[in-house]
């Protein structure tokens, strides 16, 4: 059995709903990618090196990420000896077999968040400006809260200007408790009293939102790791999560992102926005691929709910829906 078949076989039995997120708010990469590949292979009638050259430049143009790109190209080359492939047509299933496999190769795959019952669950998220960072806040919250769970958001963003009434704001959305201080105040002191707050109400997760300022990196990273100090010191093993917010439309700027945050910060997962805007959803693999950090959620449309647990087989089915629907 062909592996699109087992992915659609796979899809079938996952929620429906989940499913049509996937294949909808990936409608711009779908259009983009699959169609130069079913062009791709339609042109060709036979797998060759030149077939292999214009695949490359395919995979290059979706940000897939160069390195990436080549181990993925020398897969495919050998998994097409292997099999004695001489259709193009049949390199389409390779192609969507060997994506899953690249996500799920590395050490970290789950995307659950590591959340416990009877303790208070802290999530840091960070990112810089612009990528969607307190909106991702705000539709968490309303997961959690959908979940049963009592919630408390952190305004540790002191410096940009909204930031905080942002963050009201979906507290208000999503009827979740704000602790705040003045404009400007210090974030590690909000994180205490944020934590202090959230013991008091018997909070199951507490969200903290911090500084973005990426232009100012060495002060971002060092206010960073005061504020990571001061909640380890209230509540030990915490931040239980350090989710880093990165805006999908940026491609290779979101990895250099991901690259600066990692290095000086212990990130443990990645949240992907406006995955629905952009033609270019190979980011995914390129980050899981070169800097084996997972993708926990990605954003698949502006609506309080579309922000989804990262699942590797309906991406795949999110590039290939067309393709899989045939199968």
């Not at 390199?91 to 009877?118: C, F, H, P």
């Not at 979940?147 to 507290?171: H, N």
């Not at 003045?182 to 018997?202: C, E, H, I, L, T």
Request: aromatic share 6%.
């Amino acid at each position: 059995m062909s592996f699109l078949k087992r992915l659609k076989e796979s899809i079938t039995k996952q929620s429906d709903s989940v499913t049509n997120k996937f294949r909808d708010g990936m409608t711009k990469t779908r259009s983009n990618f699959s169609t130069r590949v079913n062009d791709l292979v339609s042109r060709f009638r036979k797998v060759d090196e030149e077939f292999f050259e214009e695949l490359e430049e395919i995979l290059i143009g979706a940000d897939v990420g160069v390195a990436t790109v080549m181990d993925l190209i020398d897969e495919l080359k050998l998994e097409v000896k292997r099999r004695n492939i001489q259709d193009p047509l049949e390199v389409r299933d390779v192609i969507s077999e060997k994506l899953v496999e690249i996500y799920d190769s590395g050490k970290q795959s789950s995307a659950e968040l590591n959340l416990k019952e009877d303790r208070l669950n802290v999530i840091l998220v960070v990112g810089v400006n612009g990528v969607g960072k307190t909106t991702t806040i705000g539709k968490l919250a309303n997961k959690f809260k959908s979940e049963g769970k009592t919630v408390v958001l952190a305004a540790g963003d002191t410096f940009r200007a909204g930031a905080i009434e942002q963050l009201e704001v979906w507290g208000q959305r999503t009827g979740t408790a704000v602790i705040k201080q003045s404009a400007g105040s210090d974030p590690a002191a909000v994180m205490f009293d944020a934590v202090q707050a959230a013991k008091a109400r018997k909070a199951d997760v507490l969200i903290c939102d911090t500084a973005g300022r990426l232009q100012n990196k060495v002060n971002l990273m060092n206010e960073l790791e005061k504020v990571k100090r001061v909640i380890e010191r209230e509540v030990p093993g915490a931040p239980h999560e350090v989710l880093l917010v990165l805006d999908a439309t940026t491609g290779q700027n979101a990895m250099s992102q991901a690259k600066q945050f990692s290095q000086s910060t212990d990130v443990t997962g990645i949240v992907l926005t406006k995955l629905d805007g952009t033609a270019k959803g190979g980011i995914v693999l390129a980050i899981r691929s070169e800097l084996d950090i997972p993708v926990k959620f990605v954003g698949l449309g502006e609506k309080i709910d579309d922000l989804q647990e990262f699942n590797a087989q309906q991406y795949v089915y999110g590039l290939f829906a067309d393709l899989v629907e045939e199968a």
